[in-house]
């Protein structure tokens, strides 16, 4: 007897730092494009401000699906109401590994590391668990990091 | 998350790093547990490298509190019921 069962397209989250470092935004709409074309459903998770980033210079939702609250992201999958196939955590800062390491514990998603900003290379040196990590050196000028990215392809993994 | 504003909390460390804040904790409180990330204090799940170290001080608790943009802050809150509750978490291998 075939299954019937529909097949559900993979998912991805992309947990945002804060969006002080300007090339945040304008990658995360990437990766968010490049994500939807193969075929995997992106949701963000962030906070007030890198949200609303987004959803400002997206809105009629062309590459935009669902956006949540970055806490209300770390209960639903902490009490395994929710998890995702793939995250992808954006980090300049300490507080952007703290929240990798806790999705590379919460979650069973594969877990990508986009690294970026001033200090790039300091933080690369503290990811100690298991991740794939695609840095660059990039604080305004977003290319580096794309290209770092389009190297990985993390979509097509 | 969103009860921290709620609380009557005293901040011990403030814009730390996550590394800062263990080492506080191991430094000033004797007595503490280690817990994975996600792991719930009050109504907040824990965000870190793991081992997460939650300090125990009587009847107050100090835990780890991350937020983007912030980084770490480490906050102190008294409460009896929740102290209790994770003193009865102890695997007995981290706390004295």
Redesign the interface.
């Known amino acids: 007897m075939p299954d019937d069962t529909p097949v559900q397209p993979a998912t991805a989250l992309l947990v945002?730092?804060?969006p002080?470092v300007p090339v945040q935004t304008s990658i995360a709409l990437y990766l968010i494009s490049r994500l939807k074309k193969a075929g995997l459903v992106p949701v963000v998770a962030?906070?007030k401000?890198?949200n609303t980033l987004l959803v400002i210079a997206d809105p009629d939702r062309h590459y935009l699906g669902e956006v949540m609250d970055?806490?209300r992201a770390?209960?639903l999958?902490?009490e395994k109401k929710r998890d995702f196939d793939r995250c992808f955590v954006f980090i300049h800062?300490?507080?952007?590994?703290?929240?990798a390491?806790?999705m590379g514990?919460?979650s069973k998603a594969k877990l990508f590391t986009l690294v970026y900003g001033e200090h790039s290379d300091d933080l690369v040196q503290q990811i100690?668990?298991p991740c794939t990590t695609i840095a660059a050196k990039a604080v305004h000028n977003p290319l580096p990091l794309k290209k770092a990215l389009d190297e990985v392809k993390p979509w097509a993994v | 998350?969103?009860c921290v504003e709620e609380m009557n909390y005293e901040i011990l460390l403030r814009d730390a790093?996550?590394k800062e804040s263990r080492a506080y904790i191991k430094e000033h409180f004797p007595e503490y547990i280690d817990v994975?990330?996600?792991f719930?204090v009050f109504d907040i799940?824990v965000?870190?490298?793991?081992p997460i170290a939650i300090g125990l001080d009587h009847d107050f608790v100090i835990f780890p509190y991350?937020?983007?943009?912030?980084?770490?802050f480490l906050l102190r809150v008294e409460d009896t019921e929740e102290a209790a509750r994770l003193r009865a978490t102890k695997s007995g291998k981290s706390a004295k």
């Open positions: 945002l730092g804060c002080q962030g906070n401000a890198a970055l806490d770390v209960a999958i902490s800062n300490d507080a952007g590994i703290s929240y390491a806790t514990v919460i100690e668990f | 998350m969103g790093s996550f994975q990330p996600g719930k799940h965000i870190g490298i793991p991350t937020k983007p943009c912030h980084g770490t």
